[in-house]
T-cell receptor, first 116, second 116 residues
Framework: ETGVTQTPRHLVMGMTNKKSLKCEQH?????MYWYKQSAKKPLELMFV???????ENNSVPSRFSPECPNSSHLFLHLHTLQPEDSALYLC???????????????FGEGSRLTVL | AQSVTQPDIHITVSEGASLELRCNYS??????LFWYVQSPGQGLQLLLK??????LVQGIKGFEAEFKRSQSSFNLRKPSVHWSDAAEYFC??????????????FGGGTRLMVKP
C-alpha cells in the first residue's frame, strides 16, 4: 500500500460521542498535517506534526485532540463535537523540515464527518 | 502573512476549449507555488509546482502554469479541456522549509464544469 490512507472514509456521530480519525502514510515522510474542508470555506490548517512534535495548532478547539505516535501515523480524536464541525477532514504528509524538502503536501482522500 | 486569491468560484467551459484558471498571491519573499486538483469525494492531487527557474512549469494531465512575479500571479492553463477535468482546483503558496513543516496557504478554489 502506498500514499496516504485515511480511515474511516465516512463517520456519523452524535454530539456526545467520542470517535477518532486515523491517518497513515507510507511515503517515508516526517511531517503530517490535519486540514478541515468545509463547504464554502477555504482549506483550514488545523495541526502540524514534524518528527512527531506538534509544531502548529491553528487555534483549534480542544474538542479536537491530535495524536502522532510516530512519523507514519496521525490521529484526530473527536469529543463533544458540534454540528458545525461537520466537514471533510484531510490528512497530508510531507518531508520534514530537517530534510531536503520539495515543499509539496501529499493528501489522503479524507474522512467525511457528519455531526448530528 | 501569505494569502491566495482565486477570483473565479465557478467556471464552465466546453469540452475541447482552452482553459485558464486565475490565481493571485500575496507573499513577501520568493514564493513556492502549487496547483492541486480535487475530484468529488477525493483528496487533493498535486498538478504542478513552481520553486525557481523557468517560469512556465508543466504538470500532469496536460496542465501548465506560468509564474508572473510582476503580477503576483500563477495562472493554470490547459489548451484543450476533457470532460474528466471537471473538478475543483486549488492554488496554494507555501514556505517549504521552516520549523513548522510546510505551511501551505490555499485559495478558496475554482470549480470547473465541462460542457459536452
Amino acid at each position: 500500500e502506498t500514499g496516504v490512507t485515511q480511515t474511516p472514509r465516512h463517520l456519523v456521530m452524535g454530539m456526545t460521542n467520542k470517535k477518532s480519525l486515523k491517518c497513515e502514510q507510507h511515503l517515508g515522510h516526517n511531517a503530517m498535517y490535519w486540514y478541515k474542508q468545509s463547504a464554502k470555506k477555504p482549506l483550514e490548517l488545523m495541526f502540524v506534526y514534524n518528527f512527531k512534535e506538534q509544531t502548529e495548532n491553528n487555534s483549534v478547539p480542544s474538542r479536537f485532540s491530535p495524536e502522532c505516535p510516530n512519523s507514519s501515523h496521525l490521529f484526530l480524536h473527536l469529543h463533544t463535537l458540534q454540528p458545525e464541525d461537520s466537514a471533510l477532514y484531510l490528512c497530508a504528509s510531507s518531508q520534514g523540515w530537517r530534510q531536503w524538502n520539495t515543499g509539496e503536501l501529499f493528501f489522503g482522500e479524507g474522512s467525511r464527518l457528519t455531526v448530528l | 502573512a501569505q494569502s491566495v486569491t482565486q477570483p473565479d468560484i465557478h467556471i464552465t467551459v466546453s469540452e475541447g476549449a482552452s482553459l485558464e484558471l486565475r490565481c493571485n498571491y500575496s507573499y513577501g519573499a520568493t514564493p513556492y507555488l502549487f496547483w492541486y486538483v480535487q475530484s468529488p469525494g477525493q483528496g487533493l492531487q498535486l498538478l504542478l509546482k513552481y520553486f525557481s527557474g523557468d517560469t512556465l512549469v508543466q504538470g500532469i494531465k496536460g496542465f501548465e502554469a506560468e509564474f508572473k512575479r510582476s503580477q503576483s500571479s500563477f495562472n493554470l492553463r490547459k489548451p484543450s479541456v476533457h470532460w474528466s477535468d471537471a473538478a475543483e482546483y486549488f492554488c496554494a503558496v507555501g514556505t517549504p522549509v521552516n520549523n513548522a513543516g510546510n505551511m501551505l496557504t490555499f485559495g478558496g478554489g475554482t470549480r470547473l464544469m465541462v460542457k459536452p
